[in-house]
């Protein structure tokens, strides 16, 4: 790509800047209308929800800023490649997303399809995708290569199902060929894909790995998500209503928010909600470590009937010294309870959480990933201590 077509690229930011989200719901519609096999792995809710959209438009953007020295944006695209390998992305659909990228430049922007600008980006898009394409394909070789791993997705079976609360089930998966199954880093995800009928064809969720990392089982921990004013979850009731016995197609574990178990740094763990989940999988780790790490975990939910794996985290705190729990529920119980009332305030608590050394992870819906991040910050906490991770597009962007 030469200077020309990279200034080019760089003179349609204000113009992507006001009109991307349009030209990039023009881009799905036109795309999952001509190739409708796609459906089977966007998450259609985030497509009815404009989320998908937004990331895409921003990852556009930031790639049209940056032509320059697309290297800054590295840590994204390892982090959009791992969401791409979970959903077993390919080269070939590579060529599909530019031919539709390009078209709706030229319907959307009313742009001349042989212009120089429309040149310069089919040069730009196919740069880009040939950076990804390499990222993912080196994602894949690892996950071929690793003992228990595999490509793409493969057929596991419901082994068991537990209630953890009032609206999250926990499902233990266990690989149908009964062959080995490769390990993961605490905090990582799966992807979980299953056909639903009202929509005619499959539907993929990511869902992190919420025990320790063992050879016999995934386990995730999956909240029924009742829509309210929207309809209800598509996948995640669905997955309610299964059975032991019931098959899924499951991805190797992926993801960049996990806590590297030969660190030796001190947790500190901020969870809202479901977002628990990989920070289950993180003091369960720790406690079948040789070493423990100390850890303080502060979770926060609705009420007590909510709170999942409340038992199993009360036990711990009580039985081990490296874990120090803190609970806050918006709504206290009658009978007597630790819990503190209201939102978490990491004033009321911050000499024990500004440790030396520490690494912070936080989980939850997005307003309480950026509100925690914010009061850490304000706390003094180094930013590149602070890891975040989103249950949906990863949209927020506070490092
Ligand atoms: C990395 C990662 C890890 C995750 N880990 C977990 C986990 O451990 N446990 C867990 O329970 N979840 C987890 N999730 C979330 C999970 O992937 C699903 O998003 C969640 O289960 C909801 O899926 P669903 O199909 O039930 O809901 P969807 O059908 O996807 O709907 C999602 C929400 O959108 C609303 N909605 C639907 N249609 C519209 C519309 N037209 N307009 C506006 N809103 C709409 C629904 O009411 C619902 O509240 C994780 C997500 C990611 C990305
Ligand atoms: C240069 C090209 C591409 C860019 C810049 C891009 C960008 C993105 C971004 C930013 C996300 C959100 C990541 C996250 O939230 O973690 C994403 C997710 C996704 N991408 Fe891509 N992508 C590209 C190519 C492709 C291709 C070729 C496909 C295959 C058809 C694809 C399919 C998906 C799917 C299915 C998701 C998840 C969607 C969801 O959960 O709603 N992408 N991509």
């Known amino acids: 790509m030469n200077s020309i077509q990279k200034e080019l690229v760089k003179s349609t930011v204000p113009i992507l800047k006001t009109n991307g989200n349009a030209l990039i719901s023009y881009f799905y519609q036109r795309m999952l209308t001509n190739s409708p096999e796609l459906k089977n792995i966007f998450n259609m809710a985030n497509q009815a929800s404009g989320k998908q959209h937004n990331a895409l438009t921003g990852a556009v953007l930031a790639y049209a800023e940056n032509i320059d020295d697309p290297s800054v944006l590295i840590n994204t695209l390892k982090s959009i490649g791992n969401k791409h390998v979970s959903l077993n992305i390919t080269p070939e659909q590579y060529d599909i ?161 996990y806590a590297d178990p030969e660190s030796k740094n001190p947790l500190v763990l901020l969870s809202g909600g479901v977002g628990l989940t990989p920070m289950m999988s993180m003091v369960e780790t720790n406690k079948n470590a040789l070493q423990q790490n100390p850890t303080i975990w502060i979770h926060s939910c609705r009420n007590e009937n909510v709170h999942a794996f409340k038992d199993t985290i009360e036990e711990l705190n009580n039985e081990k010294t490296w874990l120090k729990s803190y609970v806050f529920y918006e709504t206290l119980p009658d009978t007597q309870t630790n819990a503190f009332e209201g939102r978490i305030d990491l004033q009321q608590i911050k000499e024990d959480i500004l440790i030396k050394d520490a690494k912070y992870y936080i989980c939850g819906p997005a307003i309480f990933i950026k509100v925690q991040y914010q009061s850490l910050v304000g706390l003094g906490v180094d930013r590149e201590n602070i890891l975040y991770e989103e249950f949906g597009p990863q949209l927020l962007s506070l490092n």
């Open 97 to 257: 997303v530019g031919t539709h990228l390009i078209n709706s430049i030229i319907e959307v922007l009313g742009a001349d399809a042989n212009s120089d600008l429309i040149e310069a980006w089919t040069c730009a898009y196919n740069e880009l995708a040939s950076i990804m394409i390499g990222i993912e394909a080196a994602m894949y070789e690892k996950n071929s290569q690793k003992k228990g791993g595999w490509k793409g997705w493969r057929s596991f079976k419901i082994a068991k199902i537990v209630s953890e609360s009032a609206e999250i089930n926990s499902f233990y998966l266990k690989p149908a060929d009964e062959k080995e199954i490769a390990d993961f880093f605490p905090g990582q995800y799966i992807s979980v894909s299953t056909y639903i009928p009202e929509l005619g064809h499959k539907q993929p969720r990511q869902y992190s790995l919420s025990s320790n990392s063992n050879n016999e089982f995934y386990r995730i921990s999956v909240k029924k998500e009742t829509g309210q004013a929207n309809p209800d979850g598509i996948v995640s009731n669905a997955l309610h209503n299964k059975k032991v016995g019931d098959e899924l197609e499951v991805s190797a574990p992926a993801g960049l928010f």
